[in-house]
């Protein structure tokens, strides 16, 4: 096993991965090491978004990884195969989860996890990567000021374990993420394309000030998303540069 080789529990953090961080600098840590906290005061999504999570009711982690032969121009190769992991402990318990590009894990059109990956280059080589993974577990209660969470308590109506939980889901990143070191680039594609929310169905998006309908069709190993617009034209976009219209 490389994903939970090693473990490290703090009862509380600012975030899952601040202290990966910190500790990466500080010390020569296994791949694979493992974070996790009961609770976190300063939880972060992608850029300045906030991650919500109830004390001791879901997953917190952050995982430590040296992902040296993945080219930083395709580093969207670590994101496509830890949501992957993601959607496969998911499938242990209900059917139908999805990637919603660029870091959410769907089910339906609610989300029930988020990815956060920071990576560290080093000329022409990805020298660590810290991807942090909140999963709504067993939270039931969501503030105001977050849109359309769900958990699989809120779903199944069942209450899950949280140590079993996250042996599962560490099992399961563990297996994808040999897959992206040792195994075929292009099934992490492929099975990334089957899961993604939104594949070639037409929706409304928003980039800048204006609202199109437009279908995805593919992205890149850099990150990059497709849409074909009802025009027929393509264009690819960065992070940021669009919104889906829920």
């Not at 703090?10 to 899952?16: R, V």
């Not at 195994?183 to 992490?188: A, L, P, S, T, V």
């Not at 279908?215 to 992070?239: A, C, H, P, V, W």
Request: with cysteine; glycine share 8%.
């Amino acid at each position: 096993m490389i994903i939970g080789s090693n473990l490290i529990f703090c009862e509380n953090l600012t975030s899952t991965n601040t202290r990966a961080s910190e500790l990466l600098k500080k010390n020569d840590l296994p791949e694979g090491t493992v974070i996790h906290s009961d609770f976190q005061t300063a939880g972060r999504g992608q850029t300045s978004n906030r991650w919500e999570s109830e004390k001791g009711k879901n997953l917190l982690i952050s995982i430590i990884l040296y992902p040296e032969s993945v080219a930083p121009g395709k580093q969207f190769l670590i994101s496509m195969t830890l949501s992957l992991g993601i959607c496969d402990f998911i499938d242990r318990h209900l059917a139908g989860s999805k990637v919603k590009w660029p870091n959410d894990i769907y089910v339906k059109d609610d989300k029930i996890a988020g990815l956060l990956i920071e990576n560290s280059i080093m000329g022409e080589t990805t020298e660590s990567a810290i991807a942090g993974i909140g999963f709504n577990l067993n939270q039931i209660k969501f503030t105001d000021e977050t849109r359309n969470p769900v958990s699989l308590k809120m779903i199944t109506g069942m209450e899950y374990d949280r140590e079993v939980s996250m042996k599962q889901l560490l099992s399961d990143l563990d297996k994808r993420y040999k897959l992206l070191l040792y195994g075929d680039r292009k099934n992490i594609r492929i099975d990334y394309i089957s899961r993604l929310y939104r594949f070639n169905e037409k929706h409304k998006y928003k980039a800048g000030n204006r609202i199109f309908t437009g279908s995805i069709k593919d992205i890149s190993d850099s990150g990059i998303l497709s849409i074909e617009n009802e025009n027929g034209k393509i264009r690819g976009f960065s992070f940021k540069e669009i919104d889906f219209v829920l």
